[in-house]
């Protein structure tokens, strides 16, 4: 465990410090803060470090087996009164535990932070029981995708809803999908897609994460028809002022107790549900039982420690950042620093590492980490460059998100069914904690400096954008992919192989490392 934990965190730090360089320079450089506020940066830089390191070995040892076995055992009842009551739980709980749901609803003003969080959860407990019959039924994912953002689409243009609704509808889809969902829920469909067997079963786990993120956003919309008011434009709070380190440092611990309250509030219904479901189906035994909890340990402080160096330490230095910025003559930077802070910052997300190591286990490598992790800090990088472009010029996100979905959804009809489910849920796992504390305080900061920029309509709406463009950035890999395959194997090799005292013709297959024989080889010589 000891070893794991040291290579967990290695590769935590390779992911963090990118983005930690990042901000360092624009400190030193364009905008300088006080010792205080960057040493308070520092601090939230280590405990992301250590959070993240903690958190994935965590969900792999606990999160994972968790969900996997859930699924497996809900199955192979076959019983669907059990099985979809069930599903919806299993959805509402995770995502009420969500923090980086929390952090939207506390930020935004047109509704009450409880009502939002709870919406959100049924959303996303009732497209879970969607997810599941998809995959019990075999349905294409791509048909769904289209019939479901053609339904929010229309209802989002529709005069029913606020304009103030519409931007906190999209981002609230993405933060829904976090270090706690995602691991769950990608693990559950993995279990329930084990139990039909079939060539393609395990890949249809994917696109769990991705179904459950139209949820949310349609019933937020529902509370913006039924709250059809515009609302006051936010006033920005501005981040507290310290007069020495030790008193900056003193922020951290007295929101220590904040976070180790919220994340055991947030994990204990998750493994309550476990025990009884365990005790009445799994009986699982000692041993196993006593590695997921040395698991849900290590997930447990992960949490605490990265969302307390995310919100403590990264929020402040990201809201005074976009202030600066736009306040400035250099106002035009934020895009290109924008997307430069969101090429790097989606490998610092927790919940894709747990997508990457998904991703190309399931798919035996045709689908790399590499290549998923580059076409997603792309798509990243694009989204960020777009919404700091909004947040100065005041456009519309109506203007990017429906050309930006109807692509998507025309090429998902082209590519591999499989580069689709990837790529939504590529895109809700991309816009995680880190999105929410960082990249959307930056974002507000920079509008409250904008003259007539309006912080509902303008700032938010970047979490969206971050859960938009990976779509289009990964179904091109799956484009490029297919082309090659197309262009380099467009028939099988022919040759002549000796078995024994015989010649025989074999066939290459298209990926020239396989040979398929003629069954009379195979029956007389058994090759």
């Given at each position: 465990m000891k070893k794991n934990l040291i290579a967990k965190i290695k590769e935590s730090?390779?992911?963090?410090?990118?983005?930690?360089?990042?901000v360092f320079l624009l400190?030193?450089?364009i905008v300088p803060v006080s010792g205080e506020l960057f040493f308070m940066f520092f601090v939230g830089t280590v405990f992301l470090i250590l959070g993240i390191g903690m958190f994935t070995l965590g969900a792999d040892t606990s999160m994972i087996i968790i969900g996997e076995k859930i699924g497996a055992q809900l199955t192979k009842s076959r019983k669907m009164p059990f099985i979809l009551p069930v599903c919806f739980i299993i959805g509402v709980l995770v995502t009420v535990a969500e923090p980086d749901l929390k952090v939207l609803a506390e930020q935004t003003p047109i509704v009450d932070s409880t009502v939002m969080v709870w919406a959100v959860g049924v959303g996303v407990g009732l497209f879970l029981v969607l997810a599941?019959?998809?995959?019990?039924?075999?349905?294409?994912?791509?048909?769904?995708?289209?019939?479901?953002?053609?339904?929010?689409?229309?209802?989002?243009?529709?005069p029913l809803i606020s304009a103030d609704f519409i931007p906190a509808a999209f981002d609230s889809g993405g933060v829904t999908t976090g270090p706690i969902t995602v691991p769950f829920i990608m693990a559950l469909g993995v279990g329930l897609s084990s139990i039909r067997g079939?060539?393609?079963?395990?890949?249809?786990?994917?696109?769990?994460?991705?179904?459950c993120s139209i949820g949310p956003i349609l019933t937020v919309l529902i509370l913006g028809a039924l709250n059809n008011t515009e609302t006051a434009q936010q006033e920005l709070s501005h981040p507290n002022a310290y007069d020495t380190v030790s008193e900056?440092?003193?922020?951290?611990?007295?929101?220590?107790?904040?976070?180790?309250?919220?994340?055991?509030?947030?994990?204990?219904?998750?493994?309550?549900?476990?025990?009884?479901?365990n005790v009445v189906f799994l009986k699982l035994d000692k041993k196993t039982m006593l590695k997921i909890f040395v698991g849900i340990g290590f997930t447990y402080v992960g949490l605490v420690l990265f969302l307390t160096g995310a919100n403590v330490g990264f929020m402040p230095l990201g809201q005074y950042i976009g202030e600066s910025l736009a306040g400035s003559r250099f106002s035009w930077l934020l895009v290109p620093i924008g997307m430069l802070i969101g090429y790097f910052i989606v490998s610092a997300e927790p919940a894709v590492h747990v997508l990457k190591q998904q991703v190309?286990?399931?798919?035996?490598?045709?689908?790399?980490?590499?290549?998923?992790?580059?076409?997603?800090?792309?798509?990243?990088?694009?989204?960020?460059?777009?919404s700091m472009l909004r947040v100065l010029t005041g456009v519309s996100i109506m203007w990017f998100l429906i050309p930006g979905y109807a692509l998507s959804l025309i090429i998902s009809c082209i590519v591999p069914p499989i580069f689709t489910s990837v790529a939504f849920d590529a895109g809700g796992v991309a816009s995680g904690p880190l999105t929410a504390t960082f990249l959307l305080p930056l974002a507000m900061g920079a509008c409250s400096a904008v003259p007539g920029g309006d912080i509902t309509t303008d700032a938010f709406g970047i979490v969206a954008m971050v859960a938009m463009t990976p779509l289009l950035t990964i179904q091109i890999l799956g484009l490029v992919s297919k082309f090659k395959k197309t262009a380099l194997s467009p028939e099988k090799t022919v040759q002549t192989v000796l078995i024994g005292q015989a010649a025989f013709p074999i066939a290459l297959d298209e990926s020239c490392d396989?040979?398929?024989?003629?069954?009379?080889?195979?029956?007389?010589?058994?090759?």
């Open positions: 730090l390779t992911s963090v410090l990118p983005v930690a360089a990042v400190t030193v450089t599941f019959l998809r995959i019990f039924l075999q349905f294409k994912i791509s048909a769904l995708f289209i019939i479901f953002y053609s339904i929010v689409f229309i209802f989002a243009c529709s079939d060539k393609t079963s395990a890949e249809d786990s994917f696109g769990l994460v991705a179904l900056a440092f003193g922020e951290f611990l007295h929101n220590f107790p904040h976070y180790i309250q919220d994340v055991a509030s947030a994990l204990l219904p998750i493994v309550v549900f476990f025990l009884i479901f190309e286990n399931i798919t035996e490598g045709r689908i790399s980490a590499r290549s998923l992790e580059i076409s997603l800090a792309l798509g990243v990088a694009a989204s960020v460059g777009i396989k040979a398929v024989f003629p069954k009379a080889v195979e029956r007389s010589s058994g090759v």
